[in-house]
C-alpha cells in the first residue's frame, strides 16, 4: 500500500510538473508576441512642425538624459526645463543617452559624473553614441568603429565617419555619405553584431530613434524611414520640408540644428 501511494504522489508530481512547464512555455509566447506587437505598433513617422528652440549649438542630442549639446565655442550645455545650463568643460561633440558621453577637439573620450564633473576614457574618437540602454559605439579619426566593451573598446569592420546607436539598432555613414545598418543589432541589442547591410541613399548624419531613422543629407535635407522588427531597415527614405545639419531622435520628439546653429524640435506620429 506505502509503495502504491508513493508512486501515485510521483505520477502527480510528474503531472504538475509538466503543467507548470507548459505554462511557463504559454507565458514566454505570450510575453514575445507582446513584445513583437509593441514594437510593431512604434512605427513612427517624423511629423515637420519645426518649432525652434532659444539658444545656438552645432550639436544636439536628446535622450534618456535629457537635451545637451555645444556650441562653436565648445562649451557644453544642458537643457534644464526651458533654460540651459552651461556645464564646465569643453567638447566639440556630445551624446545624452543612459549616461551622458562627449568628445573634445583633442579626440578625447569623456563620461559626465554629475554637475560640472567629467570622466575621461581612455581611447580615441571624434564621433561617439549611447543608446538608453547604455550601449556606445563611436569612430575615430581613422574612420575605424569601436563598441565600448567593459572597460575597453572592441574593434568593429568597416569604416564610418559618424555612428548612431538606439532602439533601431546601430547605424553609420562612412566619408562617401553611403549608409549602412549593423545586422543583429536591431532593438538597442548588446555585442558586436555580425555584418553591415548596405541602405540605399545619401546623409551625412543619422540618428536610430524607435521605430524609425532619421537622418540628413550634405544639403541639410531631412529625411526619415520607419522600421520595425520585421523590417530593420524599412522600405524607404521619406523627406520632409526643413533643414539641418545635425539631427538626433528619442521617444516622440527630433531635434537638430542647422548651419546658422538655431535649433529646432519636431514630433513623431505613429506610421
Known sequence: WYQRRVREFQTFQHYFKQINLRQDMFRQIILLLALVALAQSRRMRLVPKWARIPGGLTRCSIGARG?????????????????WKHIKGKLVHVSSGRQVWGVNKHDNIYVHRGGHNWQHIGGKL???????????????????????????????????????VGFAG???????????????????RPGNGAGWIHVPGKLQWVASGHGLIVGVNRNHDIYYRTV?????????????????????????????VNKHHHIYKAPLAKA
Open 67 to 83: 537635451v545637451w549639446g555645444v556650441n562653436k565655442n565648445q562649451d557644453i550645455f544642458h537643457l534644464a526645463g526651458k533654460k
Open 126 to 164: 571624434t564621433n561617439i553614441d549611447c543608446s538608453n540602454r547604455g550601449h556606445v559605439w563611436g569612430v575615430n579619426r581613422g574612420q575605424q568603429i569601436y563598441r565600448r566593451h567593459g572597460k575597453g573598446w572592441v574593434r568593429i569592420d568597416g569604416a564610418a565617419i559618424q555612428a548612431s
Open 170 to 188: 546601430v547605424w553609420v555613414v562612412n566619408k562617401a555619405h553611403d549608409i549602412y545598418h549593423r545586422k543583429g543589432t536591431f532593438g538597442d
Open 228 to 256: 520595425d522588427p520585421r523590417h530593420p531597415v524599412g522600405t524607404k527614405w521619406v523627406h520632409v520640408p526643413g533643414k539641418l545639419m545635425q539631427i538626433d531622435v528619442h521617444a516622440n520628439t527630433v531635434m537638430g
